[in-house]
């Protein structure tokens, strides 16, 4: 269903467009941490045009035609646009005649929007004709403003060390049904290794396949259109990682800062201006003496959990501006279901209310520590309000939720599949282990490991979601 435009009268532009943005970081999380790519074209506030003065050189008089024309997104799909003038604004979701108008200056905001499917949204980038105008007396004027498809966007992403490629994508339009044959859509080589992730924008995030590569490294969503032997263009080392291999486990929090779990006992953040470029850096905060630590996540309070020798720690976000090498704030050890026997935490996930999904990759589990089991302190022992067993071929590594609330994971090789919405409400064990609702088979796609998407569903604590 269309929107109809919204005309704001007598409504400062300057007033216009800081509500805006605020707004919109409110509903993201975070600046830029939601999935909004911020306002394009619109730095600064409006100054003179804001006023409705204008100046000499562009006077608000008279009157002057005004349209707007949106290029690049499918029907159905609304563009995000707010045009501003000198007493008036608008909200407007599709191309169309604003009719006569006040001329003077004009300023235009566009944002980032995405169409939705059932596993993986499509996202659309924005770019504007111009960013700022002026409409002069008795002129025509046509804002234009382009979507184009984030090219990692509305597929599967996941990655391998003994495939056809290092990384690859599978079409979101070739996820629905259970397949014996799917080819991926996207094959990369370049050095890619055994996590990866998504930044704000789309980009693709690795760590280095081998000793000799970087252990760090960035993939430009532009890049990342067709298959091929991809350069990245951001390779960054960690200063003073005492051992190798050196990296385990990465994850961005909602500021931008990247947590990367490494050898010798120690997970280290790496802020966004860190992250700007290569070279070698040394972490802004560490935490360090830990055992045998693995995979990390963050959740909506920007908390920070981790596992460590098969258990689950939480580092309160209170804490995470300076290094430690103190006790966690929570340490669980995870029950299954039944009560009867504990789990080796091996990989963590934040589902949609809040449930933390932990895996034991040895048993073969997943088992779920609701939300209210998360706000002790000290050690604790939990046990999980779900437990579901797969079967005993499979190599569960990190999931990932999709748009619908299905959950994607590694099976056994050149295979992988999800979990229904339903079938993350029943509990399973060894004996009579769950079945994936959908099988993907892949043919020399070798062992799946880490499963991502972009953009990640709005409800999930992650960097790369979007509202």
Known sequence: MQRRTVAVALFPL???????????ERDSGLSGAGGSSGPVGMAGTAGAAGDGSGGD???????????????GLPEGVEGDVIVGGPIEAWGVHDSRS???????????????????????????????????????????????????????????????????????????????????SAEPQVKVTGGAGKDLTFDALGNLWAMGAAVSEPHLMRFSAATLADSGNKLADRRI????????????????????????????G????????????SGTVAPDVTISNLGDNGDVALDFSNNLWLTD???????????????????????????????????????????ATGGLWVVDFGANVLARI??????????????????????????????????????????DQNRFGRLSPDQLTVNSDSGSPTIPETLITSPGMGNANRMAFYPAPADLPLYHHFR
């Open 266 to 277: 120690r997970v280290s953040r790496l802020s966004p201006e860190q992250l700007a470029g």
């Open 237 to 264: 080392d960690l200063e003073g990682i005492p051992c190798e291999p050196a990296l385990r486990a990465f994850a961005f929090d909602l500021f931008g800062s990247l947590w990367v779990s490494t050898c010798g």
């Open 98 to 180: 604003l009719g006569t108008v006040v001329a003077g200056p004009y300023r235009v905001q566009a944002e980032r929007v995405t169409a939705y499917d059932p596993i993986v949204r499509t996202m659309y980038d924005v770019q504007l004709g111009e960013s700022e105008f002026c409409l002069a007396e008795g002129a025509t004027h046509v804002v234009t403003v382009e979507y184009q498809p984030v090219p990692t966007s509305h597929q599967l992403w996941t990655n391998n060390a003994n495939g056809t490629g290092e990384v690859l994508s599978f079409g979101a339009a070739n996820l629905g049904a259970s397949t014996s």
């Open 309 to 351: 020798a098969g258990k689950v720690l939480r580092f309160n976000a209170e804490r995470l501006d300076a290094g430690t090498d103190q006790a966690a704030d929570l340490t669980l050890q995870v029950r299954d279901q039944a009560d009867t026997v504990d789990l080796a935490a091996s990989n963590l996930v934040f589902d």
């Open 57 to 71: 050189t562009c006077p608000a008089q008279g009157g002057a035609q005004l349209e707007v024309l949106i290029t």
């Open 370 to 411: 609701a939300l209210d089991a998360q706000s002790s302190s000290g050690s604790q022992t939990v046990v999980a309000d779900r437990t579901i067993a797969l079967g005993v071929t499979a190599l569960l590594e990190r999931p990932a939720f999709d748009e619908s609330g299905g959950l994607w994971l590694a099976l």
């Open 14 to 24: 300057c007033c216009l467009i800081a509500c805006a943005e605020g707004t919109r």
